[in-house]
């Protein structure tokens, strides 16, 4: 029944290595969006699709490559990971992409890069 | 690029006591939203405001608009250990394609 669901929920893994995070959404949302929130808080965002297609992208480096198979799906693939990429990772949808729409966040994923 | 300051970045209060947080753009906006993050937890909308001057209440929360729509507050009145997290605040980019964040207030409630 979770709106929006991430996994995994945590993620441990050695520098150098590549990771996936994935996100589903079940409210029939046409956008979705990965965020990062580092250890002060700060909410970044990072990327969007609307409908597959590729919306905002942020200075993101190019280790980061988003992937939206549908509309329901939105995963982040990391290569060469990096120690400061250690950050809880949120996905979030909305109905469009316009101003006034409400963002549903999913419970994140906790990535600690050794 | 557009942005928001909140303020206070941190409050510890006793319970029973009020809360407010800030949020200033310095440019006239569209609409804001504010959002909770329990600790450990995700970011949850809690309330919009779109008309100049607009007061929203939701129970013990009162959301302020102001009338120039340049700033906005959240009011916590008798805060309890329930109200714990972090409140952001999240304003339009100004090309309708994302939020922009607040650095969050966090609070800290003394039971």
């Known amino acids: 029944d979770t709106a929006v669901s991430q996994t995994p929920k945590y993620l441990v893994t050695q520098m150098g290595n590549d990771k996936s995070i994935k996100c589903e959404q079940n409210?029939?949302?046409?956008?979705m969006y990965w965020y990062k929130q580092d250890s002060k808080k700060f909410l970044k965002i990072m990327f969007s699709?609307?409908?597959?297609?590729?919306?905002i992208n942020e200075t993101v480096p190019n280790r980061f490559s988003p992937k939206s198979p549908d509309k329901a799906h939105l995963n982040l693939h990391i290569n060469s990971l990096e120690l400061g990429d250690s950050a809880v990772y949120f996905c979030?949808?909305?109905?469009?992409?316009?101003?006034?729409?409400?963002?549903?966040f999913g419970p994140g994923t906790r990535l600690l890069v050794l | 690029g557009q942005q928001v300051m909140q303020i206070p970045q941190y409050q510890h209060v006793q319970e029973g006591e009020d809360f407010t947080t800030y949020c200033n753009s310095s440019?006239?906006?569209?609409?804001i939203q504010w959002y909770k993050q329990r600790p450990g937890g995700h970011p949850v909308f809690l309330i919009q405001?779109?008309?100049s001057g607009e007061v929203k209440k939701q129970k013990r929360l009162t959301f302020q608009f102001g009338e120039a729509k340049k700033n906005s507050s959240l009011h916590i009145t008798a805060t309890q250990t329930t109200d714990v997290g972090t409140y952001f605040c999240?304003?339009?980019?100004?090309?309708?394609?994302?939020?922009?964040w607040g650095l969050g207030t966090s609070l800290a409630v003394n039971p």
């Open positions: 699709y609307n409908n597959k297609e590729l919306i």
């Open positions: 999240a304003i339009n980019a100004g090309n309708n394609r994302k939020l922009i």
């Open positions: 979030a949808s909305s109905q469009g992409g316009g101003f006034l729409e409400t963002q549903y």
């Open positions: 409210l029939g949302h046409d956008t």
């Open positions: 405001l779109v008309k």
């Open positions: 440019t006239t906006l569209s609409n």
